[in-house]
């Protein structure tokens, strides 16, 4: 038996770069296992990782994943409490058993995305642990990765720029930034490269193929 909630947060604004958009959360109770599906103790967590822009597309993968039993989706709308830091949530991708990394064009030039790539990144074998869907599919030329690299490049330069000549002393939060920008900077080819390099199933069918995955782990 299966009650569905839905909770209508189009257009609700976490923080200052998070708007939401409906999500639908199912509830199970006494559902019994499919025959031929392992059922686990612990569900599998995944994080989802999205520019708010493509809120559509998100919220087509979170209400498949959400009805799966089994499965728990990590999204900011849901997860992350009022008044609570975004910056912890973000980090939180790296506790998570995987991650669906929904790669669009807004995506690659967001700081807040590129900071949770940055984060998963960290992680040993990080490869297996993501699933990128894949909207802008300039990335499979060598030509737009380096665009992408130069975008980071220049917005290092633009923050460099725009701290010189500040005292020190005020600008201990912004030189966090800039250490981050480059961070991007310097690991978003080498990203886009892992992304680039795989046979990325459809976007419209993206989370058939990521329930397979996972569910067969």
Known sequence: MRQ?????????TIGGSYIGGNSVTNHYYNYPAEE???QSK?????????????GETADRIDRYLS????ITVKRDVRDIGVWKSIREFMKSIR???????????RYLKSGNC???????????EYGNRIFPAVMEHSIFKPLARAEYVRFWQR???KLEEAI?????????????????????????????????DRNNPDIQEVEVQIEKAVLKS
């Open 164 to 196: 010189t000549g500040l005292d020190p002393a005020n600008t201990a939060e912004l030189a966090v930034d800039l250490k981050r920008y480059k961070s991007i900077a310097a690991s978003v080819g080498e990203f886009l490269g892992i992304v680039a």
């Open 36 to 38: 031929g599906v392992r």
């Open 114 to 124: 590129m900071f949770e790539v940055m984060e998963i990144m960290k992680e040993k």
């Open 67 to 70: 009805g799966i039993p089994g």
């Open 155 to 157: 917005e290092c330069e």
């Open 42 to 54: 612990k569900n599998k967590t995944i994080f989802l990782s999205y520019n708010w822009h493509d």
């Open 4 to 12: 569905q909630i839905t909770a209508n947060l189009k257009d609700v």
């Open 95 to 105: 506790e998570q058993d995987y991650a669906v990394l929904i790669v669009s064009d």
